[in-house]
């Protein structure tokens, strides 16, 4: 496995300590083969290091096909992970047997991206969100009833809803529903894999007011997968870059967004348009050639270099470690842009 | 004479009770060569607009039931099968949001690349051959002349795009119509196809009507916008004016539901409360007003219509807005209302 060693772990902003550690962690899908009747593997996510701190946001950025929502789910070990670890708390999540991962999973839940996919049409919205407590608790019906209505209304639901059904929801209704489920057991930690995605934008803004005063509220440490730069730096502490299954750079929200060291970051936030027609004529776009690689046949060295307008010899031979030379950021790649000047000015704005 | 105009278009869709007004008394223009934009929230009519305009609404599901739809000045409602056949294609071509539903996954590209060619400018094999090698280069496809015996699945998402933009442009048309034609792509992707989509119309001098619910695309995008909500268009204005200076709430509503990246951080979004009403339960009155933070009672009582704002003379700004407007009990609004606009968090 060519994969590069991992990162020294960074000083954690504020010494908090971290709720979670990924560290090395691939994930493999088996697929059919061109030709062959063996399957061919797949490695969606390919040696991710993350370090979620407690009470932050972690976001998770990246095209489709980089492996963000793979890399959540293995967090949480719906997929079982082929290579690597992730730490809870101090408990090695994939070593645990079913009961005891069960127990856990108490404490780490997901908010997923479709809010029409992941409700039981046949359910009603209380039952719906009793649920979960059915596995992790053992409250009686009574209690388990006076913790739904509470989620409720916490996420903003009517309680009038109690007895409807999914299909008499909006879309956004329906996603208070899916972070309802998500909070009713009292977790700690969260992944919300493209929660707003789905939504209108009238509607996505409400939801991320939502889980933002969650968050500050309940203490939560969440981490938030989105392709949509501009509402993960609205809501993120910290970000990490995900490139063809690999973290290509994390960094501080506003250290990512007005020093992007990886060339990758820099296209992608180039990429992204802005609601202002003189800033948008104006504007020099980095536009990448091409498109990703197939994870199937990823290309050697450095994932990025096939695409990358920096790209030399070096990067085709030798993967890029992810490593950091100004605290807190760190990018994998050979031809980096330089860090910010060490006695760091204070940011433009307060 | 605008190359394209939509004078109080209505389309009607078969629903459970009775029929829904999807499109409701929608009127604009595209002039020749020009970048109009169509920007709306999901359901507010902006692809019903489209496929009325090419004629892809089917009876009994859903009927154009008023309105011209003017091209070259011939109205295309009006015309036979035989006469529209003839205005596709090489008048007015459309791009679609989803390249794959909209190829044949059992013919390969060239053979549907040519197809048009042959259909539509009667080009021999060869001749067809040729041309659709040069609109695949046009596209930026590397090595076209294989790619030509390629199937669409064959394609990533962003190369399946530009093959429809080569299709669309094969007969040359002055008028396409691109209907969301990103929202599929990833912001890299959606980079690409929005330079290549921009240098080509400009080349071309083809005019397109960009329908989008991305304000951001607009902005890069568009000369002059059209904002839609709940099956009408409630402002129009130039791309610059829109963005400065816009008078709908509505408008105020999207622009600040919107992070941006250009600017400071921190601060909560501003949403929209509530959300679009149903088709079969229209509000009375303004639609936007059961939602709108800044609504007085005669919004409720009866329908604005789409007129300059008061005091607004020199501008090609309309809006569908009583506060904005120079009417008995109208015209509570001004610009500096938006900034003023915090509506109460929502439980």
């Known amino acids: ?49 993350l370090d979620a701190y407690r009470g932050e946001i972690l976001g998770v950025v990246g095209e489709s096909g980089c492996g963000k929502s793979t890399t959540g789910r293995a967090i949480l070990q719906l997929l079982k992970p082929s290579q690597g670890t992730v730490t809870f708390d101090g408990v ?69 809803w109690h007895e409807r059904y999914p299909h008499e929801l909006s879309g956004g209704q329906r996603q208070r529903v899916g972070i309802a489920r ?47 730069l501009a509402v993960v730096r609205h809501l993120c502490d910290r970000i990490a870059v995900m490139y063809l299954g690999t973290v290509v750079e994390t960094a501080g929200c506003e250290d990512l ?14 990429a992204v348009p802005i609601p202002d027609p003189l800033i948008e004529t104006e504007r020099r776009r980095r536009i990448l050639k091409g498109d990703v690689p197939s994870p199937l046949n990823p290309p050697t060295g450095c994932r990025f270099r096939t695409r990358c307008w920096k790209a030399q010899d070096i990067c085709e031979t030798q993967t890029p470690a992810l490593t950091s030379e100004a605290a807190g950021h760190q990018v994998a790649c050979h031809f980096p842009e330089p860090p910010a000047p060490e006695p760091a000015a204070p940011p433009a704005h307060t | 004479m605008p190359l394209l105009e ?9 629903a459970a009770q009775g029929s829904v007004t999807a499109v409701d008394g929608v009127s604009f223009s595209v002039d020749a060569g020009e970048m109009v934009a169509l920007v709306g ?27 011209k739809v003017l091209f070259e000045g011939r109205d295309l409602l009006t015309m036979k099968p035989r006469e529209l056949r003839a205005v596709r294609g090489k008048g007015i071509a459309m791009i679609f949001q989803d390249p794959m539903t909209s190829l044949n996954p059992v013919l390969t590209i060239g053979k549907q690349l040519t197809e048009s060619l042959r259909l539509h400018l009667s080009l021999n094999g060869r001749a067809a051959r040729a041309r659709a090698i040069e609109l695949l280069e046009m596209v930026r496809i590397p090595a076209p002349e294989t790619r030509l ?12 795009q530009r093959v429809m933009i080569a299709m669309a442009l094969s007969c040359r048309p002055r008028l396409i119509l691109a209907d969301e034609i990103t929202t599929a792509l990833d912001v890299t992707i959606q980079a690409q196809i929005l330079d290549l989509l921009r240098d080509l119309a400009a080349e071309t001098g083809t005019a397109v009507l960009f329908i989008t619910h991305d304000l951001g695309v607009v902005a890069g995008m568009a000369e002059r916008v059209n904002v839609m909500y709940a099956g009408q268009i409630v402002e129009r204005a130039t791309t610059a004016e829109l963005f400065h200076r816009p008078q709908m709430p509505y408008t105020w509503g999207l622009l600040g539901s919107v992070p941006r990246l250009d600017q400071a951080r921190g601060g909560k979004l501003r949403p929209i409360a509530g959300q679009p009403p149903e088709l079969s339960a229209m509000p009375t009155g303004c639609r936007f007003q059961p939602r709108c933070t800044h609504a007085h009672d005669l919004c409720a009582e009866s329908p604005p219509a789409l007129t300059a704002a008061r005091g607004d003379t020199g501008h090609a700004q309309l809006t569908r807005c009583w506060g904005m407007q120079d009417v008995p009990r109208g015209g509570w609004l001004s610009l500096d209302d938006r900034h003023a606009d915090q509506p109460k968090q929502e439980k």
Do not use: W
């Open chain 1, 92 to 160: 090695e999540l994939t070593a645990l047997g079913r009961g005891r991962m069960r127990a856990m999973r108490r404490r780490m839940q997901m908010i997923f991206q479709d809010p029409y996919a992941s409700l039981n049409p046949r359910m009603t919205i209380g039952d719906l969100i009793e649920e979960p407590l059915l596995v992790h608790s053992r409250a009686t019906a009574r209690e388990r009833r006076a913790k739904a209505l509470t989620t409720m209304d916490l996420v903003g639901l009517s309680t009038r």
């Open chain 1, 257 to 270: 967004y007005t020093r992007p060291r990886h060339p990758y970051t820099q296209a992608l936030l180039s």
């Open chain 2, 41 to 67: 929230e999901s359901g507010c009519g902006k692809s019903a607009t489209a496929q009325s305009i090419m004629g892809l609404i089917v009876p009994p599901i859903g009927r154009v039931t008023g309105g």
């Open chain 1, 182 to 228: 998500a909070l009713v057991s009292d977790p700690e930690f969260v992944v919300a894999d493209e929660p707003v995605s789905a939504l209108d934008v009238s509607i996505q803004a409400q939801i991320v007011n939502l889980l933002e005063s969650l968050q500050e509220e309940l203490g939560l440490t969440m981490m938030f997968i989105a392709h949509d």
């Open chain 2, 6 to 14: 939509v004078q109080d278009l209505r389309t009607e869709f078969r």
């Open chain 1, 1 to 49: 496995m060519s994969h590069p060693t991992p990162a020294a772990t960074v000083a954690a902003p504020g010494d908090r300590p971290a709720l979670l550690q990924v560290r090395d962690l691939a994930v493999d899908f088996k697929v059919p083969a061109k030709g062959s009747l063996r399957p061919a593997n797949l490695r969606a996510v390919a040696g991710v290091d």
């Open chain 2, 149 to 160: 015996s390629s199937y669409p699945h064959q394609f990533s998402g962003g190369m399946r």
